[in-house]
């Protein structure tokens, strides 16, 4: 799949527009610290399934977050929440996933939820 980007490191999705491989891919030293966390200590990865592995979870993103695209343009709304996310992941047949990323996300919410409050607070302290 990196082969098909062209030696020019773009990618043509043939409407015009051109998008740098290196804006496309998630950076490689992401996903290395991600799968050395999977494997024992010693391990080595190739060059070669580092950057299989970055052109797999780019495109497993881009699909995901492309259902979750046309589920919003359907609803007539223009913001992809984590919700869509879940939702395309689950239209996708990824359903296992779902319920995992829903705990995370209400988690997230709570957190975000905490700070906002914290900083009315500190906010109106000021005042």
Same mark, same amino acid.
């Given at each position: ?24 891919? !998630?950076?490689?030293?992401? &996903? ?11 391990? /080595?990865?190739? /060059?070669?399934? /580092? ?12 699909? &995901? ?14 913001? &992809? ?10 239209? !996708? ?35």
């Amino acid at each position: 799949m990196a082969e098909d980007a062209g030696a020019s490191g773009s990618n043509n999705d043939g409407d015009g527009s051109s998008i740098k491989e290196q804006d496309r891919l !998630l950076p490689i030293a992401n &996903v290395c610290r991600i799968m050395k966390q999977i494997l024992h200590p010693n391990a /080595k990865i190739s /060059k070669e399934a /580092k950057e299989t592995m970055q052109e797999c979870v780019s495109e497993f993103i881009s699909f &995901v977050t492309g259902e979750a695209s046309d589920k919003c343009k359907k609803e007539r709304h223009k913001t &992809v929440n984590g919700d869509d996310i879940c939702s395309a992941l689950a239209t !996708l047949g990824f359903d296992e996933y779902a319920p995992p990323l829903k705990r995370y996300l209400g988690k997230y919410r709570e957190l975000e939820g905490d700070k906002a409050e914290a900083n009315q607070d500190h906010n109106s302290n000021i005042d």
